[in-house]
């Protein structure tokens, strides 16, 4: 078996048929999305980015965003949760590919068919990955325990590896520390109030961390506060942004579908197809360029991911590419939703589905305002203090 870069490889036209079928159910009763994905499972879907020597798909992050993509075409908030566990993978792969072997516990959770989600973003904490909120007390023997707030821990009903980070703070200086917790550890608490406008199926809820040991076997990094080049860090940072960015171009190309869809079917008073309406043509012509636009973008970036190709560029391009793809597919669903008119501001329309959760976008880090300040610093340099 070789590596293969098309997402039909593990998404069938028939399951992912299935999984629409159930997207609106999830939807309506604010629900996880089990079935979708006991399927995914059973279709390989968790080993994407598995080498195929260990019994994975060998998707890179290119071909892996592509999958990401199909799927939120069918339905999104499946794609977003779990693509979660598609960006650990490919952190993995790109800690592997520059050298790294400390994410291998990764490669092989996920080679067993085991959900990997994050338990990293935390009320008030705006620094994301450079900085944590939640304390990790070493046990003298390499081990931690964490206590601390996570919020929009997705998958939390479902994951069986959960990543935590957490502020060391025993030594001269603090550090952050990253490891891996497994379903049934004591002192992980889920609060049951995922309650949201949108991606509802992703059931991203609160997770309280309450003196959760982790031992030295299951800690994987140790880091200083702040920016820093490590590989953890751009591994995580380079597949969150874009397999992210991918589920939001997902969302844009759906939207442009449902449009072409609606209009074909219908005519004006006149017996003139609506198809034919400059205006209305103008506009479907407009939101399927600018879908294009940004999936061209996606994939070029997760093509240079990949290669390893070296940039000091590559954090500005990465948010600046993931707020992009956010604020164009919300845009094209706003579009969408003018030119069919009424019937898509009914609750049960899928576009009105879409509307609600391509929202969700802009709350994922990084949000537009953060993207904007990472790429002003790339060219003018920091604020000076």
Known sequence: MTESTAPEHVLSDALLARIAARAPGYDAAN???????????????????????????????????????????????????????????????????????????VTDAAAADRLLAFGVSEPGNDAVLFDSLTTAEPDGDGGYRFTGTKVSTSLAPAWDVLSVFGKDTSGPEPRLVHGFAVRGDAGIRHLDDWDTLGMRATQSRTTLLE???????????????????????????AAFELLVAAVYVGIASRAVALAVERVATRTARDGTPRSADPDVRRAVAAMRSATDAVALQVDALARDV?????????????????????????????????????????????????????????????NRDSAMRTIAAAEFGPLPH
């Open 211 to 237: 003196g959760l040991h982790v031992p030295a076997d299951r800690i994987v990094r140790v880091l200083p506060v702040g920016p820093v080049a490590d590989p953890l860090v751009f591994g995580v940072f």
């Open 31 to 105: 629900a996880f999305c089990v079935e979708d994905l006991a399927e995914l499972r059973a279709a390989g879907y968790l080993r994407l980015g598995v080498p195929v020597a260990d019994g994975g798909s060998g998707l890179g992050l290119q071909a892996t965003a592509a999958v990401q993509r199909r799927l939120a075409e069918a339905a999104p908030a499946t794609a977003l949760g779990l693509g979660m566990h598609q960006v650990w993978v490919q952190a993995a792969r790109t800690v592997s590919a520059r050298g790294g072997t400390f994410l291998r516990t």
């Open 306 to 366: 990949d290669e390893l190709v070296d940039s000091d560029r590559w954090f500005p391009l990465l948010v600046g590419t993931k707020a992009r793809a956010v604020d164009t597919a919300q845009h094209v669903v706003d579009e969408a939703m003018r030119v069919v008119g009424g019937s898509a501001f009914r609750a049960s329309d899928e576009l009105a589905r879409l509307a609600r959760d391509v929202r969700a976008g802009q709350y994922h880090p990084s």
